[in-house]
């Protein structure tokens, strides 16, 4: 079966220092990756998706990149944070196009950032 | 663009009470739509999910019903449990299918 992990759970950072999170997908190759942020008492917006290595979409202009160094592995980044980027942010991966015809996401346990 | 509409929240209940969420959507074509669920801290869980008009997914004891008529997807419970207290999101796969649209959920608060 597939199981998604996302690391660290919890995370406290300073304003201006780097973000990494990071999101791998066991149990199903070339999966559709995303990345959402959900803030406190909000909903879920789209960061970023991927199908494929080398193939990253962007949702929303802001200081987080994301990239796909190897098939199952997602990586959310930020070279300086604001108080803006705190938040609860999940992994969600997808089989899409990839031998399936159903739409669903399945998502990750989420990290919580806090940015001080 | 397509969208999502649920109701506001918090929906409060008593242990045992029937449970509607409305959910109401716009879109071109024929989105596939879901229902998942976030306990407190967690990620989301898929609940049900129904493809196509008049399916039914159904899930735990939740229901929901497919309506293209009226464009909705309202999720139902006939008893609900303490436990059944979360943040509910409705959800349509988005028209490139590669995306899914959410609505901005509905906190369920269930008292014994």
């Known amino acids: 079966s597939q199981t998604i992990h996302q690391w660290p759970a919890t995370l406290v950072q300073p304003v201006g220092s780097p973000l990494s999170l990071e999101c791998t997908v066991e149990g199903t190759s070339n999966p559709n990756l995303y990345w959402y942020r959900q803030a406190a008492g909000r909903g879920l917006q789209l960061l970023f998706y991927s199908i494929g290595i080398d193939q990253i979409s962007s949702e929303v202009p802001q200081n987080l990149s994301a990239s796909r160094p190897q098939d199952r592995q997602f990586i959310l980044s930020s070279k300086k944070l604001l108080l803006s980027d705190s938040g609860f942010y999940l992994c969600?991966?997808?089989?899409?196009?990839?031998?399936?015809?159903?739409?669903?996401?399945?998502f990750g346990p989420g990290t919580r950032l806090t940015v001080t | 663009g397509d969208s999502v509409t649920q109701m506001e929240g918090p929906v409060t209940l008593s242990e045992e009470a029937f449970l509607t969420i409305n959910c109401t959507y716009t879109?071109?074509?024929?989105?596939?739509l879901f229902w998942y669920v976030q306990y407190p801290g967690e990620g989301l869980q898929l609940l049900l999910k129904?493809?196509?008009?008049?399916d039914k997914g159904s899930n735990k004891g939740f229901e929901a019903t497919y309506r293209k008529e009226t464009t909705s997807f309202h999720l139902e419970k006939g008893s609900v449990q303490v436990s059944d207290s979360a943040v509910y999101f409705c959800?349509?796969?988005?028209?490139?299918?590669?995306?899914?649209?959410f609505g901005t959920g509905t906190r369920l608060l269930v008292s014994p």
């Open positions: 879109a071109t074509g024929y989105p596939s």
């Open positions: 129904a493809t196509k008009a008049d």
């Open positions: 959800a349509l796969s988005e028209r490139s299918f590669q995306k899914l649209v």
């Open positions: 969600a991966w997808s089989a899409l196009g990839k031998g399936a015809r159903t739409y669903e996401q399945y």
